[in-house]
């Protein structure tokens, strides 16, 4: 064996036991998100879920929101 190939072969070995390893000891998972916890009761929710703006309202928000600034909430929102 040449030296060449003492080195590929040390190399191969050396990848084939950090892939033992890291099959041994797997990185930890990630940190799960706090359960979403609900301050409000369910009769509570029921109630903001029906509440509506009155539409002389939503018109007067169509006027004083740019189209623009509409777009970039969109992005945000996707992101």
Same mark, same amino acid.
């Given at each position: 064996?040449?030296?060449?190939?003492?080195?590929? @072969?040390?190399? =191969?070995? $050396?990848?084939?036991?950090?892939?033992?390893?890291? #099959? &041994?000891?797997?990185?930890?998972?990630? /940190? @799960?998100?706090? =359960?979403? $916890?609900?301050?409000?009761?369910?009769?509570?929710? #029921? &109630?903001?879920?029906?509440?509506?703006? /009155?539409?002389?309202?939503?018109?007067?928000?169509?006027q004083?929101?740019?189209?623009?600034?509409?777009?970039?909430?969109?992005?945000?929102?996707?992101?």
């Amino acid at each position: 064996m040449t030296e060449n190939e003492n080195d590929q @072969k040390i190399a =191969e070995l $050396e990848a084939r036991i950090k892939r033992m390893e890291d #099959r &041994l000891n797997p990185p930890p998972p990630p /940190p @799960k998100p706090p =359960e979403f $916890e609900r301050p409000f009761s369910a009769s509570t929710y #029921r &109630l903001l879920d029906q509440m509506s703006v /009155p539409q002389h309202i939503l018109r007067q928000m169509q006027q004083a929101v740019p189209d623009e600034v509409v777009r970039e909430i969109a992005k945000d929102g996707r992101k």
